[in-house]
């Protein structure tokens, strides 16, 4: 019986440990607009760009682009940690909306994983979501180190939370940064359903490196 109490054991240690992808997986049948916040993701393109083994589109990585930061999303979140996802079906996003939307999220097939992902959860039609996203891009002011970098930027995740910070005010309490492979991969910004600075959640997660890099743009 021994081996059978073990097995037990090690299942339900699973099931806790897997507990926030079972709240993820249950909340990707949340009603469309049953949210709490927004998440906007920006990336860093260069960092992006620089990564083997990714799916890069030519408008973002293509020689002499020369971008920065750009939109990898703007997502629904719950304040429990959840993650609203294809909340309902998604028809392509047209063309138009795409050709629009280029200049902020440089990539086409992302623009239409996003919609089906992320957008369909916000309860807005397509055209709407993806003004909410230029709007909330708009709102946001880049430090002026962090436009057009010529020089590799070393920094703790802290010192670019603070460059955002004193660049945006309101956003004191509102922004993450994401890390990967000793690089900056996104600087996060919680904003509420109407755009304004909201408190980020404990479940939006820090970069855990004590210093990290950004690529210079090209």
């Known amino acids: 019986m021994r081996p059978l109490l073990v097995c037990l054991a090690l299942a339900a240690l699973l099931a806790a440990s897997g507990s926030g992808r079972s709240r993820r997986a249950t909340t990707s049948a949340a009603a469309p607009g049953d949210f709490d916040y927004y998440l906007l993701a920006l990336s860093w393109a260069p960092d992006f760009c620089d990564r083997p083994n990714v799916q890069k589109d030519p408008r973002e990585c293509g020689p002499g682009r020369r971008l920065g930061f750009v939109v990898h999303g703007l997502w629904p979140q719950q304040a429990n940690g959840g993650h609203p996802s294809q909340c309902a079906a998604a028809r392509p996003v047209a063309r138009d909306i795409v050709q629009r939307t280029l200049a902020l999220i ?6 239409q994983h996003e ?14 979501y993806f003004d909410t996203v230029r709007r909330a ?20 995740p802290r010192e670019i939370e ?8 309101k956003l004191k309490n509102s922004l993450r940064v994401a890390c990967s492979g000793g690089e900056l991969s996104e600087v996060r910004v919680c904003l509420g359903k109407d755009l304004s600075a909201h408190a980020c959640s404990t479940h939006d997660t820090e970069c855990p490196a004590s210093r990290i890099t950004m690529q210079p743009v090209q």
Request: glycine share 6%; net charge negative.
């Open 137 to 156: 891009f708009d709102s946001i002011v880049i430090p002026a180190e962090y436009k057009q970098p010529g020089q590799r930027i070393d920094a703790s």
């Open 162 to 169: 603070a460059k955002f910070a004193a660049a945006n005010p």
């Open 106 to 111: 440089p990539s086409e097939s992302l623009i």
């Open 115 to 128: 919609w089906r992902d992320h957008g369909t959860c916000s309860g807005l039609s397509t055209a709407a």
